[in-house]
Every structure is written in structure tokens, then in C-alpha cells.
């Protein structure tokens, strides 16, 4: 069953290319059939156990928002400005963005910041003629960058699981990972030719200086700023936040509440939570759990920390990498480091926490499942969209332990 769950897994992703259907519509039903009939569960642990509740949440909770701000004319108006005062430049402005919330994500406001800042540097992508794929995963990969430091929810588990194995200096691990995101974006920006961008060829659109923000569009931008210092400062659940604030916008009537709920992506939803059902039924099926357990029996001295990153990565493509992966891999780490002299600890754990938030970018994640939910419908095909974000956490996950082979990350510690 493990054999044929992966198998299944593969096929339905390539039977999505082909197909060009929902791959999450696709999963689901995959999922259904072959879990009740062949794994053995249930209805309720196939669906309830599988659906991703939190995400699913925090997606409608923050396309609420921006639903709110895209039909009162707010994003627009916000990019019609962005454009102006760069004077249709672009070639940077994805890296401005990722710096914007790599900034707000290592002060503190986590790896959910990507919810307010990629929808407004996707709607200026659109705008100006950038690419938004590129766009996305280098606002993602610098997003991230930040979302380990000791002050993120990240960061602060990794340093505090990893000093209880006896790694007191976090700042190795957190170097590692930062340096490997942001030299990823820069590899993404040229694989992808922005360096050839000049200015945009929408420029004529934006000569002339925007209308100034009207009443309901500068209340929707108070809102949008209050959200971003009350993630920063308080650190409160970002969907939560969120769906109170759009509430009090369609309260005071700053948008039309019918376009707003239909402009929430309902096929986008499908895609990811279609597949988070999916992939519950794979790893019941031990799928999941028979590639790491082959990873695990060829570690030595000479691969520890490469075997560590793609582990930690395999983990984390499918399971929480704070909940599930971190506390399952730095004791596991650590067990191995105290019975075996000759394996190096930091070494181990700066592989997880690269192999573990590198592939956050993938569409199996949180995140790259909430970078598609910010994606503006009819901008880029959902399916293509899921197919180019696995490939990059997967040329991620290869170059990450590329480099752990050759010894390019000792050089963090």
C-alpha cells in the first residue's frame, strides 16, 4: 500500500497536466476511492482528519480582506502609486517586496506576513508585466528568510529545540538558511530572465499621477496597516485578525460584501485542500513514512547532515515543520550525535532547519498553499501555478543538498 499510495500520489499530478483539471478535485476523489476501500479508513478519517481547517481558514480570512480592498479599488490604487513613484522600474520590485516582508517577518510578525504583502505585490506584478510566478516565490523565498529569526515563531522553536539537543549558538543554523533563500530568489530572477526587464511596457498607464485615495479606500489602508503592526507587535493569529478587521470594513459598508465573498478563490481552495486530503491518506498509507525510513538507514559520518536536509525536507513537504517536523528531527539529531562521536550536531541541525523550511515553498505547505490563495483568479493557471512551486521546492531541496555535500554550509559554523 505505501508503494502504490506514492505511485497514486505521482499519477495524479501528471494526470492534472495532462488534463488540465483541478488536480485538487482530482486528488480528492483519488483519495476517496483509495482510501476507504484500500487503506481501510474512514469517511471521517479520509475528510476531517485530512482537510487542512487552518489553512483553509486563514486563506478565506485574508482573501476577505484583500477581497475588500481589491473591490473598493484600494490594490489598485496602492499599485497605480507603486508604479508612479518608480517610474514603471521594475526589475527590482519583487526583491523590494520580499525585503518589505522578510523585514516585518523576522521582527516578529512570522511567516504569515506573506498574506498582506503577496497579494499587493502580485497585483503590481500583474500591473507592470512582471512575471508572477517569479514574483510569488521570490517574495516567498525572502519572506521566509526573515520568518527564522530568533524573534519568529520559527526561529524561536528552532532555537529553542535545537539548544535543548546542546546547539546553543542558533545563528549558524538561521545563517544557513537566510543566505540559501536569498541566493535562491536571486537564481529564481535570473532563471526567469528578470534581469532583461527594463522598464515596464505598461509605463504609458502610469505617467500620470494617481487620483488621490478616496474615503473608503484610505480607511481600508488604516485597516490593512493596523492588521500588519497587531501581527508584528502582538503576534496574534493572523486569520483571526484578519476576518475581524474585513468584518468591520463591510460593516461600514467599504465594499460591496457579494463581490467581496465571490471574490474569495473557491477553485484555488479545492486545489489545496483537495491535496491536503490526499496526502493524509499517503501518509496513512506509509507512503511517506517508507522514504524516510529509507533516508534514515544510510546515514554515516560523510552524509549526516545531506541525509538530514533531504529528511527533514520529505518531512516537511507533507506535515508541520514547528508541530511535527522540528520536534521529531533535533532529538533525533541529537540521540544520533551522543552515540556517535564522529557525527557533528550543528552540522545535523543546520540541515534540518534548511531542509525543512526549504520546501515550505511548495504548494503541499502552509505557505505555498497560502501563496496560491493570494494569487488573483484569471492572473495565472492555479494547476501551473502548484506544478512551478513544486519543481522550485524540489530544485531547492537538490541544490540545499548539493551544498551540504560539498561542504559549503560548515563554512556557517
Known sequence: MAVISLLLFVAVIVLGIITKKNIGIIGLAVASVFGFFFVGMSAKEIYVAGWPTYVFFVIIASTLLFGVANVNGTTEAITKNVMYYCR??????????????????AAGGSCFVLLIVMP????????????????????MCLIMAGSLSP????????????AEQGAINYTPMWAAYAVS???FSVLIWIVFKGWKLGKSENTVAFLEKPAPFN?????????????????????????LVCVVFAALLLIFNAADQKK????IPWNTLFLICGMGVFINVVVAAGGFQLLQDAMSNILNEKNAQPVMTVLSGLMGAVSSSTGVVMPTMFPLAGELAAGNSSLDLYAMCVGIVVGTHGVVISPLSSIGAMCI???PEGSVNPNRMFNVLL??????????????????YGLFY
Open 391 to 408: 519543481i522550485a521546492a524540489i530544485v531547492f531541496t537538490v541544490l540545499a543538498t548539493a551544498a551540504s555535500a560539498l561542504g559549503i
Open 373 to 375: 490563495g493570494c494569487t
Open 151 to 162: 524573534l519568529a515563531v520559527n526561529g524561536i522553536v528552532a532555537k529553542a529545540l535545537s
Open 260 to 263: 467581496v465573498i465571490l471574490s
Open 181 to 183: 533563500m536569498i541566493l
Open 120 to 139: 499587493i505585490a502580485l497585483s503590481v506584478a500583474i500591473a507592470s508585466g512582471l512575471d508572477v510566478l517569479m514574483t510569488a516565490l521570490i517574495v
Open 88 to 105: 514603471g522600474k521594475v526589475r527590482g520590485l519583487p526583491f523590494v517586496f520580499g525585503a518589505v516582508g522578510g523585514v516585518l517577518s
Open 215 to 239: 474615503k473608503m479606500q484610505k480607511l481600508t489602508l488604516a485597516v490593512i496597516a493596523v492588521v500588519i503592526i497587531i501581527l508584528v507587535t502582538f503576534k496574534y493569529d493572523v486569520g
